[in-house]
């Protein structure tokens, strides 16, 4: 079955930038989108198709992708940042499939 | 504005069923699909399936074939996930959410989540 990888965690320092990588063998011919999840909480849509942003989320969030590997980027982070971050596609099935999540720690 | 209302946290014993209900309101219930996610304590998100508000088409995750069943009632514009003989690793926050352009599945709002907890 379909796959997307994640690293468990990421620590920045406030202000700097975080990169939250994402892998998966059907990426270069899937869209990726990608949720913020704080403690308690429903996640959050902060990325869709790739690197486009819905309408409220910071500027500072960014996506990228490179063959088979989309990127996370927020700049300039802020303590409100810190949350779990998961990616997650669809094969041609239409199976949804979730990475397995990255807690961002903000130190 | 949009939102989803669930319905409340549930304890089953297991092999007993539970029912999860989703609430739209503040969009044309029928011009969109939702899936169902769930999450177990401390770990990451697990699709369970989709149900198109339109015409009831079902997918359903292969892991949960046999035993999970998505229904709408467009009257009331509420979907309901029913899953069946549940074991204790069905114990779970469960969360409605729609999918932000019909038959694409990435998911723009999403419920407050119903926790299921499955114990003898």
């Known amino acids: 079955s379909y796959e997307l990888t994640q690293p468990p965690s990421v620590s920045v320092s406030p202000g700097q930038t975080a990169r939250i990588t994402c892998s998966g063998d059907a990426l270069p011919k899937q869209y990726a989108y990608w949720y913020q999840q704080k403690p308690g909480q429903a996640p959050v849509l902060v990325i869709y198709k790739d690197s486009e942003r819905p309408s409220g989320i910071p500027e500072r969030f960014s996506g990228s992708s490179s063959g088979t590997t989309v990127t996370l980027t927020i700049s300039g982070v802020q303590a409100e940042d810190e949350a779990d971050y998961y990616c997650?596609?669809?094969?041609?099935?239409?199976?949804?499939?979730f990475g397995g999540g990255t807690k961002l720690t903000v130190l | 504005q949009v939102q989803l209302v669930q319905s409340g946290a549930e304890v089953k014993k297991p092999g007993a069923s539970v029912k999860v209900s989703c609430k739209a309101s503040g969009y044309t219930f029928t011009s969109y699909g939702i899936s169902w996610v769930r999450q177990a304590p401390g770990q990451g998100l697990e699709w369970m399936g989709w149900i198109s508000a339109y015409n009831g088409n079902t997918n359903y995750a292969q892991k949960l074939q046999g035993r999970v069943t998505m229904t709408t009632d467009t009257s009331t514009s509420t979907a309901y996930m029913e899953l069946r003989s549940l074991r204790s690793d069905d114990t779970a926050v469960y969360y409605c959410a729609r999918e932000a352009v019909y038959g694409v599945y990435y998911f723009d709002y999403w419920g407050q989540g119903t926790l299921v907890t499955v114990s003898s």
């Open positions: 997650q596609s669809a094969d041609s099935s239409g199976t949804v499939v």
